[in-house]
């Protein structure tokens, strides 16, 4: 599978274990997840070194979540015939090459990551002044750089590590991307492509260092990935002869938000653990109907024959995530009419959960009972990130000086 799909196509993410998943990783990350699987190269991960610059204090967290964690992806429909699951700490090289880009990586890069100042803030209990905790983000680059990965899925708070993870990119291959007789090798490589798409490659290169055209560097890169008799040492080069660079050696990523609406929680705030607004992947199904039906409305709907307004009721924000236009249209002129009662409105919303947790429920009870077999599928997703990974810091290595004998 590897082999021909570009690695240009492959797609990285990652989650820490640090709790069960909940609706809002499953809308906001998760599905997305499962929709690239079968377009992409995916590699998803468990990120619990990512764990730990948090909870340090209580390792004994990882083990409890990362298989459940793992149980959850697949249960929710990750495919491990499609998409490659492992675990962070059984490749090494995250950490390797996580130490050698924090040589070169400014301070001031990570003490002005807005999440840094902002989790201090949210997590006050906890003593986050720690080296581990600052380089939180550099660790996430190197998660996404070992893979070469050009396409990262995350949540609209994590936008921000991959846009450090592109500087850091481009630093990397600034620095070390100038070999000596760069040009000169370039020319050569792009004879190897054959003279129609050499020419076609000279175009696009002229247009977009002289003209500016983004779209020409575009169908550039496209033409590259396209080359199936260029190495991979030559492909860098001519990605970064074309942008007017050194060797391309870590390309740099794209983060990919889903395109769902934001997933709000019980009270319209978005779901998340901290405001204690969440309703778990594999809840049961009473706790779930409970957590619904006394979940708050719009405050001015006291009694039933009171009119309300949806804008004001964070059932309305589940609405937009789980109703068709009819059904909205009902709620609009019931709520505002007073037609029906808060129980009548969000009765729709507990079955269409209810009908979203059914299989993955199932599912999940079936891989608690075969845990060999979710060992087998995470060792296997191990071995093959490795075998990525190792090929990588073979390049990393030589680029910065260390591959002497
Ligand atoms: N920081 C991410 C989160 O909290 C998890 C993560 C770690 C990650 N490394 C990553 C996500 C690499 C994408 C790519 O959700
Ligand atoms: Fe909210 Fe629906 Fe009640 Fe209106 S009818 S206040 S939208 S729960």
Known sequence: MASSISRH????????????????????????WVRLQHEYEC????????????????????????????????????????????????????????????????LGWLERVPTYKDQQEKLREKDLATYGFLGYPLLQSADILVYRASMVPVGEDQVVHVELTREIARRFNFLYGREAGFEDKAEAAVKKMGKKNARAYRDLRRQYQEQGMTDALESGRALLEGQQNLGQQDRERLFGYLEGTGKVILPEPAALLTPAPKMPGLDGQKMSKSYENTIALREDP?????????????????????????????????????????????????????TIGCLDCKQPIVDAVLAEQAPIRERARDLAESPDQVRAIVSEGCEAASQEARATLREVREAMGLAYT
């Open 286 to 338: 009473d706790s779930v109907t409970r957590k619904l039906r006394t979940m708050p409305t719009d405050p001015a709907r006291v009694r039933r024959s009171d009119p309300g307004d949806p804008a004001k009721c964070p059932v309305w924000h589940l609405h937009e995530v789980y109703s068709d236009d009819d059904a909205r249209q009902w709620v609009q002129e019931g709520c505002r009419n007073a």
């Open 43 to 106: 590699f998803y991960f468990v990120a619990d070194w990512h764990a730990l610059t948090t909870h340090y204090d209580e390792p004994g967290v990882i083990a409890d979540n990362v298989w459940e964690m793992v149980i959850d992806w697949l249960a929710a429909g990750i495919d491990p015939r499609s998409a490659r699951l492992f675990i962070q700490s059984r490749v090494p090289e995250h950490a390797e090459l996580h130490l050698l880009l924090s040589m070169f990586t400014p």
């Open 9 to 32: 196509q492959r797609v990285l993410s990652g989650m820490r274990p640090t709790g069960a998943l909940h609706l809002g990783h499953y809308h906001g990350v998760l599905k997305n």
